[in-house]
């Protein structure tokens, strides 16, 4: 092999490095710095193909996309000395690279930083309020609060936080069986409060019933004695006015009611033949 083609070949290999050396590529979830020996040169935010002096200058490239930091579980204080245990996330983007870069370096960087912030923030602000606000009222408040205050500080490492959220909120291991246990006896002391109050409630309801039952009945009572006076005197007026009409008729149609309920099957009846009990059973002369 000639010397030619062996400079050839070293003058191919120089070219290709310095090509390779000279280009790099940000796509469209990618924004990017350019430092020319440690010092900044500009920032590409446009995706494609773009140039740089190969050795002396160097792209450093950044996501360009919402992203999540989910922090470990950790344990804070509430105003009224509960203890909670917080699992919180945050939603961020990167919206300076250089002063990210500046600061903090890297992605790992800047999520170590606001590890620290959201946790800070977080802690403070849930000291200012009791268990039961943080747990059921005013959570979506107070996180709103801490999303502004953790986005204040945020900018400094050009990181802007667009969200902070506390996924879950429960009590210490070491606590929880404790505060259940009060919780259960509470929840039985009012059960047992409304079961006295529902057999109190009973007693009076089955009284009530009772006296309008022994109303009902005497006013039934009272109405059938009436009804029944009414009848008998309607009867006696009817008997009455019968007996004027024809009183010999009227006293035979009572002595056959009276043979009816007297006379029964198997009925012995003593009295004298002359007795007027026996007038209609009797042969009469002519």
């Known amino acids: 092999m000639s010397w030619k083609i062996i400079i050839a070949i070293i003058l191919l290999v120089v070219i290709v490095v310095l090509l390779a050396g000279s280009v790099f590529t940000v796509d469209e979830k990618e924004q990017a710095i350019v430092t020319q020996l440690g010092k900044y040169v500009r920032t590409v935010t446009e995706p494609g193909l773009h140039f740089k002096v190969p050795f002396l200058q160097s792209a450093h490239k950044f996501e360009d996309r919402v992203l999540e930091y989910d922090a470990a579980a950790a344990k804070i204080i509430t105003s009224d000395k509960k203890h909670l245990v917080i699992d919180n996330y945050a939603r961020w983007k990167i919206v300076d690279p250089l002063k990210l870069y500046q600061t903090v370096r890297n992605v790992f960087g800047a999520q170590a930083r606001l590890d620290d912030i959201v946790f800070s923030e977080i802690r403070e602000e849930l000291a200012r309020h ?31 936080v667009i969200d902070v959220r506390i996924k879950r909120a429960v009590l210490p291991a070491e606590v929880a069986h404790s505060v259940y246990a009060r919780m259960k006896a509470e929840r039985q002391r009012i059960a047992k409060k409304y079961r006295s109050e529902g057999e ?58 009276t043979y009816e309920k007297s006379l029964g099957q198997d009925t012995t009846v003593v009295l004298p033949s002359d007795s007027e009990f026996f007038q209609y059973l009797s042969p009469r002369t002519k």
């Open 200 to 257: 109190e409630e009973a007693v009076k309801i089955q009284a009530t019933t009772d006296k309008e039952r022994t109303i009902l009945l005497a006013e039934s009572y009272r109405q059938a004695e009436k009804l029944k006076g009414e009848g008998d005197a309607e009867a006696i007026k009817v008997y009455a006015e019968a007996f004027e009409k024809d009183p010999e008729f009227y006293a035979f149609v009572r002595t056959l009611e």
């Open 130 to 160: 009791t268990l039961t606000e943080v747990v059921s009222i005013n959570r979506a408040a107070l996180m709103e609060k801490v999303g502004q205050q953790c986005g204040i500080k945020a900018r400094e490492y050009g990181i802007e």
